[in-house]
């Protein structure tokens, strides 16, 4: 799986737009991009993932650079409940559902 | 949507004795599970893949008889901690992954809540 590199932190304001980027240069044709977050104490949680096209679902958007070395995950209005652990991950889509995990982005998420 | 749940939640034991963590999909089958470990501030730090009805394969650095894993039915592994440390004092998730696997569900697949456990 390929390496991706993630900011250890950020801060948003409440209901502004989260922007999460990820650097994955060496990823892949087929590999995708997945996000998950951690709340904390708690367990993963998907959010997301695309292989190339951007990607938009009820909880956030995926923006995939043309030469997919990297991307960003936008959470369009933040809330304090957003605050988490999220991360980044490239793999190649299989049934086995192993994930190894980077060490990821703590976005805090202010009033 | 799919649910994977652990149990205990917390756990607080003394030194030398063992704790055993389970795993259960609560409304699918899954053929293969995870256990990772995490520490405060760090990242998950997978252990172990869990098959059913076969031995669990361990990743590099991992104690294969510190951390036994039984995964004797679709619906449920177990992690036992034996003899048990204060340096083993973690928070341990499993994952879960429907036969066929999840893509169909848009995930690779499911976490439990995690277990916290306490070496005193």
């Known amino acids: 799986d390929a390496k991706t590199t993630q900011p250890t932190s950020m801060d948003c304001a409440e209901g502004r737009a989260a922007n999460l980027p990820c650097n994955h240069s060496t990823i892949s044709g087929n590999e995708y991009v997945y996000w998950y977050r951690q709340i904390h104490s708690q367990g993963p949680q998907y959010i997301i993932h695309?292989?190339?096209n951007n990607e938009t679902n009820e909880m956030a958007s995926l923006i995939i650079t043309e030469d997919r070395k990297s991307s960003t995950l936008i959470l369009p209005h933040a809330t304090l409940r957003d605050t988490a652990v999220y991360y980044c991950?490239?793999?190649?889509?299989?049934?086995?559902?192993?994930?190894?995990f980077g060490q990821g982005t703590t976005l805090q998420v202010k009033p | 949507g799919a649910v994977v749940s652990q149990h205990p939640s917390w756990v607080i034991c003394k030194s030398g004795t063992s704790v055993k963590i389970e795993c259960r999909s609560l409304?699918?089958?899954?053929?293969?599970m995870f256990w990772y470990r995490q520490f405060p501030k760090q990242s998950l730090m997978l252990m172990a893949t869990?098959?059913?009805?076969?031995?669990?394969?361990?990743e590099q650095g991992v104690e294969k008889d510190k951390f036994l894993i039984n995964h004797a039915s679709l619906t449920l592994s177990t992690l036992t901690v034996t003899s048990a440390h204060p340096e083993d004092s973690s928070f341990y998730i499993c994952?879960?992954?429907?036969?066929?696997?999840?893509?169909?569900?848009?995930?690779?697949?499911?976490f439990g809540q995690g277990t916290r456990l306490t070496v005193v």
């Open positions: 695309g292989l190339k």
């Open positions: 991950i490239v793999r190649v889509v299989s049934n086995t559902g192993k994930l190894i």
């Open positions: 994952s879960a992954t429907p036969r066929g696997g999840a893509r169909a569900m848009n995930t690779e697949a499911f």
């Open positions: 869990s098959n059913e009805g076969s031995k669990a394969t361990y």
């Open positions: 409304d699918f089958q899954a053929t293969t």
